[in-house]
């Protein structure tokens, strides 16, 4: 399948720092997803990226869809406690249609 | 409100015997997906079906088969377990292309 870089691995960070992770692919994506994961249940979609160059916002969280088609990348902003969790990025599967092929994740540990 | 249901939260089985996880939904989505997800590897596709009656392999679908005899549920089974499907299991299922990705809370498998 598809190989999808993300990085960092983890981030270990002060409340209010500002944080950024990206995510790469061996192949053009026509689609790029990020989702968070809560310790202790299933991962959640945060944003969804459809074109090349988009740039969209959900509350602090900002994602874009690279211009390559090729790579995306997550910022948070003046991140707080409950950001904490597992992010991924994801990007359909390259031979299971509907299915979605996920980057390892970034683990963001937040201290107060 | 629809939502998708995995069952039990917690298995201990031992090596060599059958185990079956259930996964239910209740969004009448055609597209269900079974992933496990470990250390290092992060969401990895084991097996997907399209509809009633359909079935296929994902990346690591050794060992495992899944069958869809109506829309709601798509029971994954494990033929004999081993130690190396220690692992989270996430059930999900979505409706067309480009609709969110709806992920289950998991079930925690340990074979020992």
């Known amino acids: 399948g598809q190989q999808l870089n993300q990085s960092p691995q983890s981030m270990f960070i002060q409340e209010g720092e500002d944080v950024s992770m990206n995510c790469t692919s061996s192949s053009i994506f026509n689609t790029w997803l990020w989702y968070k994961q809560d310790p202790g249940e299933g991962p959640v979609l945060l944003i969804a990226l459809y074109k090349a160059g988009e740039l969209t916002s959900n509350g602090r969280l900002t994602a874009q869809f690279g211009i390559t088609r090729k790579d995306s990348f997550l910022n948070i902003s003046a991140s707080i406690p409950s950001d904490v969790g597992i992010y991924f990025c994801?990007?359909?599967?390259?031979?299971?249609?509907?299915?979605?092929?996920f980057g390892k994740g970034t683990s963001l540990l937040v201290t107060p | 409100d629809a939502e998708i249901t995995q069952s039990p939260r917690h298995k201990i089985t031992e090596t060599g015997r059958q185990v079956t996880l259930a996964c239910h939904q209740t969004w009448n989505h055609n597209n269900m997906f079974w992933y496990r997800q470990d250390l290092g590897h992060g969401l990895r596709l084991i097996h997907y079906s399209y509809g009633v009656q359909d079935t296929n392999k994902g990346e690591v679908s050794d060992g495992y088969s899944v069958s869809r005899s109506n829309t709601e549920d798509l029971p994954l089974t494990l033929e004999s377990a081993a130690s190396s499907q220690t692992s989270v299991y996430f059930c999900a299922s979505r409706g067309q292309e480009n609709s969110p990705l709806h992920f289950g809370n998991g079930t925690r498998l340990t074979v020992t």
């Open positions: 994801a990007g359909p599967g390259s031979n299971s249609g509907y299915a979605l092929n």
